[in-house]
């Protein structure tokens, strides 16, 4: 039972990364997925979120128009594409299942139950 996050890279401010998130081992298109992140410094902080079926998204406010989450259940994974990134952005992002009966959307840790590894996003100027 695992998240492998993937995608991370060093980008300059303005571009785009897509990241992605596998899972394996438990039965991935009934579970919602989020997207934290954790900048040098700082706690980690919910950055997106997506139903289990896809049809909803859920975003922090400072990334609503620049990132768009999706899924593919028929590949098991969740994508993250970050567009017009910033600097403010460089982190290690992570991915995270909600666990059964969690909030979906929810910011808080203590709503997932699986995490990533992380990888790493840094945006240069």
């Known amino acids: 039972v695992q998240l492998q996050a993937s995608g991370g890279g060093l980008v300059q401010a303005g571009g785009s990364l897509r990241l992605a998130c596998a899972a394996s081992?438990?039965?991935?298109?009934?579970?919602?997925i989020g997207w934290f992140r954790q900048a040098p410094g700082k706690e980690r902080e919910f950055a997106a979120a997506?139903?289990?079926?896809?049809?909803?998204?859920y975003y922090r406010d400072s990334v609503k128009g620049r990132f768009t989450i999706s899924r593919d259940n028929a590949k098991n994974t969740v994508y993250l594409q970050m567009n017009s990134l910033k600097l403010e952005d460089t982190a290690v992002y992570y991915c995270?299942?909600?666990?059964?009966?969690?909030?979906?959307?929810?910011?808080?840790?203590?709503?997932?139950?699986?995490w990533g590894q992380g990888t790493q996003v840094t945006v240069s100027s």
């Open positions: 995270a299942r909600v666990r059964i009966g969690g909030r979906v959307g929810a910011s808080s840790e203590s709503e997932y139950d699986l």
């Open positions: 081992g438990f039965s991935f298109s009934t579970y919602a």
């Open positions: 997506i139903s289990w079926s896809g049809s909803r998204g």
